[in-house]
């Protein structure tokens, strides 16, 4: 089945810019997202991205897609401490299903 | 907001015994889902569930499984008899169509079960 794969750990200092990368298996995932996991709450949609697209900006967050290395980056400019969370990739669209498959989550640590 | 809650935060239970997690989805939705988190692994799809019956599901979601909307605001996750490696962050989800682009899933906090 589609496997979906991530570090799970980012440190980065406040100011910089994160990139969080993920890879998945199915080259028939059409739909890629970005969840983001804060203490105590439960997944909230970031962004998502066709896999007809290469690249989507939406202000501080760019999702970088490679569909021939199958690999997702999400990039995060101006990294706040309030930015602190698990990051989870995920896709939909392979092998029919639209219900996404996720990874384990990368936890992005901002310190001053 | 609205938002999806479930309850309890935090549930331990003995092996063995059955356990109900709770959830109230977003009241205009109609697509509801379980999905769990073993520590330090993948978040999994369990079931998906509209109209009143099962419209997906895993491989991971055995006999041992069920779910229900006993009533207008509750869907529930039942375990029949809980083994050691049921332990993990449960979550619900909601949507008001189904899975697909224009689709978006609002999760609740998640419950904890640890099976002792």
């Known amino acids: 089945g589609e496997d979906v794969e991530q570090s799970l750990f980012l440190s980065v200092r406040e100011g910089d810019s994160s990139v969080i990368n993920c890879t998945y298996t199915?080259?028939?995932?059409?739909?890629l997202y970005w969840y983001k996991q804060e203490p105590g709450a439960g997944l909230q949609l970031l962004t998502y991205?066709?896999?007809?697209?290469d690249m989507k900006q939406d202000q501080r967050l760019t999702v970088l897609l490679n569909k021939k290395d199958k690999h997702l980056s999400l990039r995060i400019a101006d990294t706040q401490t309030g930015d602190s969370a698990i990051y989870f990739c995920?896709?939909?669209?392979?092998?029919?299903?639209?219900?996404?498959?996720f990874g384990r989550g990368t936890s992005l640590i901002v310190h001053p | 907001e609205p938002e999806v809650t479930q309850t309890p935060s935090h549930q331990v239970t003995q092996m063995g015994q059955e356990v109900i997690l709770r959830c109230v989805p977003i009241?205009?939705?109609?697509?509801f889902y379980w999905y769990r988190q073993i520590l330090g692994q993948k978040v999994e799809f369990l079931v998906s569930?509209?109209?009143?019956?099962?419209?997906?599901k895993s491989e991971i979601f055995d006999d041992q499984f069920s779910v229900e909307r006993p009533d207008g605001s509750n869907f529930t996750l039942k375990i029949r008899s809980t083994k050691l490696e049921d332990s993990a962050m449960y979550f619900c989800?909601?949507?008001?169509?189904?899975?697909?682009?224009?689709?978006?899933?609002?999760f609740g906090q998640g419950t904890r079960l640890t099976v002792v």
């Open positions: 995920a896709e939909s669209g392979s092998g029919g299903s639209y219900i996404p498959t």
């Open positions: 199915d080259s028939s995932s059409t739909y």
């Open positions: 569930f509209y109209n009143n019956e099962i419209s997906e």
């Open positions: 991205i066709f896999s007809n697209m």
């Open positions: 009241s205009n939705h109609l697509y």
């Open positions: 989800a909601s949507s008001e169509e189904g899975p697909g682009l224009n689709t978006e899933a609002f």
